[in-house]
């Protein structure tokens, strides 16, 4: 054979984009048919607003590792790739770059605002793609979905009047969370609540007879124009002798009755509370039971409307309540006013406040899905990793409400509802209707409003499969396996999608739920533009390449946990990727005049056993985490056996054959170490996919893809438990020496004389001997020797597990001119503390100084009391051989 070149230096912007063309034009990413049950998952799909932050590059390298072990493993595997419309998110981008050319979307109309959308769209999702196949995302891009493209649709429309025909969609009027800016209603998951400072007021409400007035509290006293009544609770003995009288709205001519309802809290304010059954849910439910009046006083944009007096209207609410708080004072009707904080509904889109407001909207009957959906938790046909987060799962579907589904956007799914102008008839419909069913009338008009964005995503498992078609997919790889997600889209997503599953397809919709933490700054603050401490992925794979990025990012993903990351926290895989590299061009240099030879014909020694039974055992590591979900545990296995077992021990260890002078055996060490490079390739394919596929198509000794090839499998004869024991005892040996050379301040340029001494039925006495020249270059020894009868008196002992090493320090070292060295830097330590102490304790500079200025000193605190604490254990242990 002859010697393979590598390029010196590992730069992965030389092939990781060759490779993945290559990946894609091989069609190797497409599932193969097979006995095997299938592995599916499919993505989650990142919405077509923007770009992947590091939150997509953590879920999607994670995903890539399951499905690239799951391909190796044999089973036909299908990852799904795709992308989600975002109705809100995308129609409010198209409306700020409208408003930058002062115009508005009712100025273009809705199929030239469609037109413009859909631009923005197909920019979005052109980026997305690139990011996705940058980072290295083998998904099969054939199967790639859109929310909206035509299959999708249709699946949206078919579940629509599916349920409708169920009786589970109704429309009706009600009080819903509605956005001033986004124009649109929301369901009650998309509000979040924030505290904010605001006003308590407490505003006089006149009786009608002129007796006197009661007081009533309110923080939004803008909305006042809506009461129809006030409320007291029927407990309340201050108020009983009121119930049933009139009182003057003030502001307005109307007059409102004082009512008794047990809703009402007497320990809040003055125990009066207005009812305005149009703008507050408790409100709303008070007046049903009521039968009172519902006066709504906004328009759709936020402003009040007509049924409030002539100086308010068309005033945004937060202004009016300035203006309607200065009348209440002028006119002498207010009170006072106090400061007040509480939680306030704002749009999860665009952070305005939500106004509660009376509209007719159309929602989804969720209680009995709700059930099911429990029902298969409790049952197990669904777990989640890590288990902990059941809880929420169960928490909202335990206390769920009928989903608000209509949504006041032109971007997104038209809900497939016509009604007749001739006869109002209702019609909804799988295809678009030509007449109505009733009296044949052909002046037909559909719903404006759209469907809410999550009623196309909880489709999206089998919808992408080609639901409502009995296509060979659906039958082949529905319930998909594994669904990655992070723990914000629980409800949102990840139990409507199971909810949908078993209504629409009678199972649920995948086994296993892994959440991931969420990616943090250093700090453990969420990344966000507003901090600007996002990372861009694109950033990391240009600076490390994609599978320094996946590879750290799978290190640090330990089960349940945050991550905490920085730009430099990269530097991680990049140092494993190049020790990888560096690993196999030293090998692929050392071909040179070898021939080819067939590994099953080599006679292992200790080592090999050794290292072959350490291959077995990472192979079993890896099966274990990735079937829990532990990827950290994997990225782990992995990197402990190529870094520890394969380069640092044995491939150090095979040098005496690689150099030998005898052709055999460096041809029979040259096969041991071609054979193992490629299962190391195979070992770390899931987790640094472009360097291992990179190496492996350089290997003499394999064929085709590594990507398609097998995955290690544990192996019974590859288990060498006793060869395994005797390495380990090894290895204890020289780590203790290193450990002691180290501690006693050995340079390395100084060998030392090592005796050891072990009865001769010690298990690992003969391997000892035979390796005895291999143990001294681990351990820099000028000699070592293994008997039990040397002359050992002037030597420093050093305990092991069934033998005791000496090791002849003064022939080395001068002791004494050593111990007086380290006394001499002690003390110079030791005055370098005592500034950097008093300087840190100087009150001046803590409160002048610049923060990276002390934080420079605590550093310096930190070091030089490290260095007098391994100074002061170095010199005791010293001392002892004075």
Not at 3 to 8: D, G, R, V, Y
Not at 749 to 778: N, T, Y
């Amino acid at each position: 054979m002859k010697a393979i070149e590598l390029a010196k230096a590992y730069d992965p912007k030389t092939f990781e984009d060759r490779i993945y063309q290559a990946w894609i034009q091989e069609g190797l990413f497409k599932p193969v048919a097979g006995p095997e049950t299938p592995f599916t998952v499919v993505m989650p799909p990142p919405n077509v607003t923007g770009i992947l932050h590091m939150g997509h590059a953590l879920n999607n390298s994670l995903q890539d590792i399951l499905t690239r072990y799951h391909r190796m493993t044999g089973r036909p595997t299908l990852w799904v790739p795709g992308t989600d419309h975002a109705g809100i998110a995308t129609q409010n981008v198209v409306e700020r770059q409208l408003a930058k050319e002062g115009l508005k979307r009712q100025d273009l109309g809705r199929d030239r605002f469609l037109e413009r959308t859909w631009q923005v769209k197909e920019k979005h999702h052109r980026i997305i793609k690139q990011q996705l196949q940058k980072i290295g995302c083998s998904c099969d891009w054939e199967h790639e979905r859109f929310t909206m493209d035509e299959g999708l649709s249709q699946a949206v429309r078919e579940s629509f009047v599916t349920l409708y025909e169920r009786g589970l969609i109704y429309k009706g009027e009600y009080l819903v969370n509605y956005c001033p800016k986004c124009g649109t209603a929301l369901a009650d998951d998309e509000v979040e609540y924030q505290p904010v400072h605001a006003y308590l007021y407490d505003v006089r409400y006149p009786y009608s007879d002129g007796s006197g007035f009661i007081t009533v509290a309110t923080t939004r006293p803008e909305t006042m124009f809506g009461d129809v009544a006030v409320a007291v609770n029927p407990e309340d003995e201050r108020y009983t002798h009121v119930v049933g009288k009139l009182l003057d709205l003030p502001l307005t001519s109307r007059k409102i009755p004082i009512i008794a309802d047990s809703f009402v809290d007497m320990t809040f304010g003055t125990g009066m509370v207005k009812i305005t059954p149009a703008h507050d849910p408790n409100d709303w439910q008070c007046g049903k039971r009521h039968n009172l009046a519902t006066v709504n006083v906004l328009n759709a944009d936020g402003t009040l409307n007509e049924n409030c007096p002539e100086k308010y209207r068309n005033i945004n609410a937060i202004e009016a309540r300035s203006l309607v708080v200065h009348d209440l004072k002028e006119q002498g009707f207010l009170v006072k006013e106090v400061e007040h904080n509480h939680d306030v509904g704002h749009c999860y889109r665009c952070n305005t406040v939500i106004e509660p407001y009376l509209s007719n909207q159309w929602f989804v009957s969720m209680k009995g899905m709700a059930d099911k959906a429990l029902k298969a938790w409790k049952d197990e046909k669904i777990v989640f990793y890590p288990k902990r987060w059941e809880n929420t799962y169960s928490h909202w579907l335990e206390n769920i409400h009928d989903w608000c589904i209509s949504r006041q956007l032109w971007w997104g799914h038209r809900i497939p509802v016509w009604e007749c102008r001739q006869c109002n008839e209702i019609i909804v419909a799988r295809q678009d209707p030509t007449e109505c069913p009733k009296c044949h009338g052909t002046d037909l008009v559909q719903e404006t409003d759209v469907l809410d964005t999550w009623f196309s995503s909880w489709l999206w498992p089998f919808s992408t499969l080609g639901w409502p078609q009995k296509t060979a997919d659906l039958a082949t790889y529905f319930p998909t396996t594994t669904l990655v997600t992070a723990y914000d889209i629980i409800f949102f997503w990840v139990s409507r999608m199971i909810m949908a599953s078993l209504e629409l397809m009678g199972d649920v919709p995948f086994r296993d739920i892994y959440i991931t933490g969420l990616v943090r700054d250093k700090q453990g603050r969420k990344m966000s533009k507003s901090l600007g401490n996002g990372i861009d992925p694109l950033d990391v794979v240009q600076q490390y390449g994609a599978d320094a990025m996946k590879f750290t990012l799978c290190y640090m993903a330990t089960q349940g946990q945050d991550i905490l990351i920085d730009m430099d926290s990269f530097k991680l895989g990049s140092r494993f990727a190049n020790k990888v590299w560096n690993a196999a061009r030293f090998l692929l240099m050392n071909l040179e005049g070898v021939d080819a030879f067939e590994v099953s014909s080599v006679d292992l020694s200790t080592m090999d056993k050794w290292i072959y039974h350490q291959l077995n055992e990472a192979a079993k590591k890896v099966k274990s985490a990735l079937e829990s979900y532990k990827f950290s545990d994997g990225a782990q296995a992995v990197y402990d056996f190529f870094w520890n077992d394969f380069c640092d021990w044995y491939i150090e260890s095979a040098k005496q054959g690689l150099y030998s002078e005898d052709p055999e055996l460096k041809k029979r060490q040259v096969a041991l170490l071609l054979d193992l490079l490629a299962e190391s390739m195979r070992l770390m394919h899931p987790f640094a996919s472009f360097i291992s596929e990179e190496i492996y198509q350089k290997l003499p000794n394999v064929e085709g893809p590594l990507i398609t090839s097998p995955y290690p499998a544990y192996r019974s004869d590859r288990t060498h438990d006793e060869d395994a024991m005797k390495v380990a005892r090894l290895q204890e040996a020289v780590t203790s020496l290193r450990a002691l050379r180290s501690d006693l301040g050995i340079p390395v340029d100084r060998k030392i004389r090592v005796v050891i001494k072990c009865d001769p039925s010690f298990f690992a006495a003969s391997f000892f001997e035979e390796q005895k020249s291999l143990m001294a270059g681990f351990a820099g020894a000028s000699s070592l020797e293994v008997d039990e009868r040397a002359d050992t008196a002037k030597a420093v002992p050093v305990a092991g597990t069934g033998y005791e090493m000496f090791v002849f320090v003064r022939e080395a070292i001068d002791v004494e001119k050593e111990a007086a060295k380290l006394e001499t830097d002690l003390e110079k330590n030791r005055k370098s503390l005592e500034g950097v102490l008093a300087k840190l304790s100087n009150e001046k500079f803590i409160s002048n100084a610049k923060a990276e200025a002390i934080e420079k000193e605590q550093g310096k605190k930190a070091e030089f009391e490290e260095k007098i604490e391994k100074g002061e254990k170095h010199l005791t242990l010293l001392k002892t051989f004075l």
